[in-house]
């Protein structure tokens, strides 16, 4: 293989899209779009978190963001509260009454952890720590200001 293809940038590219596809194929049958898993993924461990807070958590623009929720909330997967009557800072809470949106953030996280078993598999313990702890060195060092 030639050093292109072996470049962290190109094997980064690859493995983000080679996952994505993986996560698709298990999203589509659970009606769920772009953006939205790691929304409900987020609110799972921080619910009531702010729009502003869910959008620096997942890396999606705020006006993205907008639109996802406001699917979400189509489909009755969250609902939004007003914090002290502030149109912007919407409050936004999991929906429990239908338990919909719990028990679908509980099957894409087991579709998660399925896909991070199959990612790691024939690799151990040991080095699945150590790459973690680069990979997460490598994101510090790309998200550093100037």
Do not use: W
């Not at 952890?113 to 199959?118: D, I, T, V």
């Amino acid at each position: 293989s030639s050093m292109y293809e072996s470049s962290y940038h190109y094997l980064l590219m690859s493995n983000h899209l080679s996952l994505q596809k993986k996560i698709m194929a298990v999203l589509k049958p659970l009606g769920l779009s772009t953006g939205q898993p790691k929304v409900l993924d987020h609110l799972r461990y921080h619910n009531g978190a702010s729009q502003k807070d869910i959008a620096h958590a997942c890396h999606i623009e705020p006006a993205s963001l907008t639109s996802i929720l406001n699917r979400m909330e189509k489909q009755h997967i969250i609902e939004r509260k007003n914090l002290n009557g502030n149109r912007r800072s919407f409050h936004i809470a999991k929906i429990y009454e239908r338990g919909y949106g719990m028990e679908l953030s509980e099957s894409i996280e087991k579709a998660f952890l399925s896909l991070e078993q199959e990612v790691f598999s024939g690799i151990s313990n040991a080095e699945k720590e150590q790459f973690l702890k680069i990979f997460e060195k490598l994101y510090k060092n790309t998200t550093k200001e100037e």
